[in-house]
């Protein structure tokens, strides 16, 4: 009776296992306390090198609508030990900031969504893994598909 159980348990837990394996996550761990993991799962493409993944990092606050606002902070690309495959982190986003154009005090503010400042966080397109991005809870990751034409153009020489 004991070894049927045993046998039982095992086979639950090799299961799992499996389980996880098979959504392409047993590579990245769960988020830590206070964090949230987001997974972002590429459609296959012909011709993958011809693409990259925008990563928008933010979250919705109530701004006026005169201004331009973003947030200090950085997106980290980090390796996950013993498997080659990298994520991505933000810990925190920084404070927001803005222009500073008048605004009517008494005009309602508007909810809108800001992101982190500074260049666009281009990543390679990679339908194979899962894109995985770990966050504070609270902020939004959102993502935008770029892609290059086929075209290319020769540079004249002087």
Known sequence: MKHSAVVTLLAFIASLISLKAADGLAAFPSAEKGMMRHVLR?????????????????????????????????????????????????SELGPMAGTLMAADPGAPKEDRFVALGGEPYLVRYNSRLPLVVYAPEGVTVRYRVWSASPETMAIDAE
């Open 42 to 90: 590429l459609p296959q493409k012909d011709d993958e090198d011809a693409f990259k993944i925008e990563l928008i990092v933010g979250k919705t606050v109530k701004v006026d609508a005169a201004n331009q606002y973003f947030f200090g902070g950085k997106i980290e690309e980090q390796n996950i030990q013993g498997w080659g495959y990298v994520c991505y982190r933000i």
